[in-house]
């Protein structure tokens, strides 16, 4: 049984750093990336990283900001999070596929979802 948990999320005033972390276990062999649903929001994705870990997908909004990371057992992705806007306030989903050399990262089409975290930045 797969499962992701992420970690990190909380409260930050803008132009503030987040880490977050989603640690994978029951099977670590899945293509990774974040998303995000902020309140009356659809889910929306945020940023993405190849099997490989040589291409990184980053949303337009997040681009120069945001980066997502693997180490290097590929148990754990991470999403740093920089100069931090309000509204970049969202739960912050970490999701993963089995297709490890795909290229669609449309929310429906992720196999696994953790349970999310929230991450709050105040103006």
């Known amino acids: 049984q797969v499962q992701l948990v992420e970690s990190g999320g909380g409260l930050v005033q803008a132009g503030g750093s987040l880490r977050l972390s989603c640690a994978a276990s029951?099977?670590?062999?899945?293509?990774m990336g974040w998303f995000r649903q902020a309140p009356g929001k659809e889910r929306e994705f945020v940023a993405a990283?190849?099997?490989?870990?040589?291409?990184?997908y980053y949303a337009n909004s997040v681009k120069g900001r945001f980066t997502i990371s693997r180490d290097n057992a590929k148990i754990t992705v991470y999403l740093q999070m920089n100069s931090l806007k309000p509204e970049d306030t969202a739960v912050y989903y970490c999701?993963?596929?089995?297709?490890?050399?795909?290229?669609?990262?449309?929310?429906?089409?992720?196999?696994?979802w953790g349970k999310g975290t929230l991450v709050t930045v105040s103006s």
């Open positions: 029951g099977r670590t062999a899945l293509r």
């Open positions: 999701a993963g596929r089995g297709d490890l050399f795909g290229s669609n990262w449309s929310a429906a089409g992720m196999d696994y």
């Open positions: 990283l190849s099997w490989g870990g040589g291409n990184t």
